[in-house]
């Protein structure tokens, strides 16, 4: 069979051929490839969701005899971006063994560290709860997903009799159960009183399918699902309007937009009450009719079915009652409309907590939601980093997709209370939060550096992102600024940057800089001020054109920044950092130098207004004085370079030597120790200090500041 021979509706059919022919004999490979094939249509299973598995021979490094070995994707995984690294190997035989010593479902979690006493390769990945759901099914090849289509059918309140009317017995049942030991004895038992069946659906919770080969395996799943989507489409608007009809009419995209950049500081100024937040904004048409619809109230509270849904988005989301097109201007008016909504659910989810907690519950999370809807605009997700962030919302567009399905058919049902409780605050699930990475030191920040599609911008930028924080990087220049975003993509992800063309003494541009950053990240609290150029001149030969073009770039465009960047501080309420790049000649006087050395010391004495007029809001304005910055940077275009070594009395070649020279240290200055001294006043360490100064200049004695 070649690709495109089969034809599916609702989800991509992506095998080929002549790549799986190229893997044939090697069931660990295409493995591999099955799954990073499903994992590429969000349909068929959410991002990290889901699990895939093969059973090949393998020779025991013991007694060189051949084994049967089960590889399976290991915890935390994505099957789409599947490697062999991720994956967990263990022997079936020692695996199956374990019933045995199964002392029962009250004894569920030890059993996870037993898993390890049937280890094959010692270098593979820890095995997952989901482990024994597939060694106990004799399959060759497993696929366990989460798909919309068919969690809708499995979160419906007669799902299970669809299932079997749909499916005419083809596909098995097996009740609601967390994933763990007892439910891979349910799935074999359903399988044994079921001889012949395709695939078995799990109640709220997803689907197993199978094959003999990774073929049979990928076309049964797709096939099924195919049905599931199917069946749901011809459905829809049979036994109602679809979430009981519109209720309102949401705004056109430009007002959502607008809409969205004036409150998405204010949340995320709530929702960074324990943690800073970063934010992700959505207005999906599937978000649209949701929360724009007449069973919102009765759907939103119900909170979500998969467990993989649930843990991403919290027990459910904040309706926001607010309207659409609610004015937004007066800040302290809206916070104080809001702040009774979020104090109601922080209750609800530490009441939510004492009610179901057990004895050895882990402590109380973070009470603030995740998912916040507002309806006519769209919808919101907080998290401690944008791909977090992101795929919360990812995830309850997925809950929307179930929700809307299983109200086509039939009723929807959520997880109850305690079942959702015991999985957010399941052990193993703390344990393997408890084993993630600590946060970096930027975590939760969101940068903005003005000309950071190069030179000492760029290096800041790059500082700034291998620290935690994302950024929004931007230049005048948009085909440079294009590179250093591919540049950020390849070496980052693209999750960590986002783009804007911005000149700094263009205030219409830099509210679009400020937009771009909050409807990318959800605000912005730390803002460098890097954007300048050069021009050195004699009095005689500096025209008025020169003096203006350095005012405005060094002087109204520092302070244009920060006057926007300090509105949306000020939303947020959680303090922030602005550090301007000024220079050695703020300080120093020089020959042919007047424009530029006084636009630098007018920068600097700004930056002590801005700090004497800031600390009340805990936003914090700091100096670094860069001198002789070479390497890479723009500002030794436009004849600079040549009028500083006419000043000195040298050649251009032997500027680098003179300003290594004439310092302290000797030593030549790079973009990176710019990058480092921002970060030195951001990090953590110097929380309490603004209003500072500091040189990064080899040491220039003329230069010190007292």
């Not at 989800?11 to 994992?39: C, F, H, M, T």
């Not at 799902?159 to 994933?179: A, M």
């Not at 001149?537 to 006057?563: M, N, P, R």
Request: hydrophobic content about 40%; overall charge negative; proline content about 3%.
């Amino acid at each position: 069979m070649s690709v495109g021979t089969k034809q599916f509706k609702h989800i991509s059919y992506l095998w080929d051929d002549n790549k799986a022919a190229e893997l044939v004999g090697d069931g660990v490979a295409l493995l591999l490839y099955r799954s990073n094939l499903l994992g590429a249509d969000l349909r068929l299973t959410n991002y990290g969701g889901g699990n895939t598995s093969c059973k090949v021979m393998g020779k025991d490094p013991l007694t060189g005899k051949e084994v049967e070995v089960m590889w399976i994707k290991g915890s935390g995984g994505d099957i789409g971006t599947l490697k062999k690294s991720g994956l967990a190997a263990l022997y079936v035989d020692r695996l199956r063994s374990l019933k045995n010593v199964y002392r029962g479902i009250e004894h569920e979690d030890e059993m996870v560290e037993l898993f390890n006493h049937s280890i094959f390769d010692l270098n593979s990945k820890a095995p997952s709860i989901d482990t024994p759901l597939h060694g106990f099914l004799p399959f060759k090849h497993i696929d366990h997903l989460h798909p919309d289509a068919a969690i809708a059918i499995a979160a419906a309140k007669d799902g299970k009799r669809i299932t079997q009317q749909l499916f005419d017995g083809t596909i098995g049942w097996v009740d609601w159960q967390r994933p763990g030991f007892d439910l891979g004895l349910q799935l074999k038992d359903c399988l044994d009183n079921n001889p012949g069946i395709r695939g078995i659906m799990l109640g709220s919770h997803g689907l197993f399918t199978w094959g003999n080969t990774a073929y049979e395996s990928y076309i049964n799943t797709l096939e099924v699902i195919e049905k599931c989507a199917e069946y749901l489409e011809q459905n829809y608007g049979k036994k109602s309007l679809v979430f009981g009809g519109q209720k309102l009419k949401g705004l056109d995209e430009t007002n959502r937009e607008k809409q969205a950049v004036a409150l998405a500081p204010i949340l995320r100024g709530f929702c960074s009450s324990k943690i800073k937040m970063i934010g992700h904004f959505t207005d999906d048409n599937r978000v649209l009719e949701y929360i724009n619809s007449n069973d919102l109230q009765r759907l939103a509270p119900m909170g979500t079915s998969c467990p993989d849904h649930f843990l991403r988005t919290k027990i459910s989301p904040l309706v926001l009652e607010l309207e659409a097109d609610a004015d937004l201007s007066d800040v302290v008016a809206v916070k104080e409309k809001l702040a009774p909504a979020f104090e109601a659910y922080r209750k609800m989810y530490v009441d939510y907590y004492n009610t179901y907690k057990h004895p050895n519950s882990p402590a109380v999370r973070d009470a603030n939601p995740v998912v916040i809807l507002y309806p006519g605009v769209g919808m919101f997700t907080f998290a401690k980093d944008k791909q977090t962030a992101r795929v919360a919302a990812e995830f309850y567009i997925n809950a929307i997709n179930v929700m809307k399905g299983a109200e086509a058919i039939s009723e929807y049902t959520s997880l109850p209370r305690q079942e959702a409780f015991d999985i957010e605050y399941w052990l193993l699930e703390e344990a393997k939060l408890q084993r993630m990475p600590k946060p970096k030191a930027l975590s939760g920040r969101i940068a903005l550096i003005t000309g950071s599609a190069g030179g000492i911008g760029k290096a800041i930028a790059i500082k700034l992102v291998e620290e935690g924080a994302v950024v929004v990087l931007n230049d005048m220049n948009a085909e440079r600024l294009e590179n250093a975003g591919e540049e950020f993509k390849k070496q980052y992800g693209k999750d960590a940057y986002t783009t804007a063309v911005l000149d700094v003494t263009s205030k219409a541009q830099i509210e679009d800089a400020m937009a771009i950053a909050i409807l990318a990240f959800g605000g912005v609290d730390l803002i460098v001020n890097n954007a300048g150029l050069s021009i050195s001149k004699t009095i005689a030969d500096h025209t008025e054109k020169d003096w203006d073009l350095l005012y405005d770039v060094l002087v109204k465009g520092q302070f244009l920044v920060t006057q926007a960047a300090v509105g949306v501080m000020k939303k947020q309420d959680i303090g922030g950092d602005i550090i301007n790049i000024v220079s050695k000649n703020a300080l120093v006087s020089g020959p042919n130098n007047a424009g530029y050395g006084s636009a630098k010391a007018a920068q600097l004495h700004l930056s002590r207004l801005n700090a004497a007029e800031l600390g009340a809001d805990s936003i914090r304005v700091n100096v670094v004085n860069p001198d002789a910055v070479i390497s890479d940077s723009n500002i030794w275009a436009g004849g600079w370079a040549e009028g500083r070594a006419k000043a000195y009395g040298i050649t251009v070649e032997e500027l680098p030597a003179f300003y290594a020279k004439r310092t302290l240290l000797n030593e030549t200055i790079l973009p990176v120790d710019i990058a480092n001294a921002c970060f030195a006043f951001v990090g953590g360490l110097l929380n309490k200090s603004t209003g500072n100064v500091l040189n990064v200049d080899g040491g220039v004695t003329s230069a010190f500041v007292r």
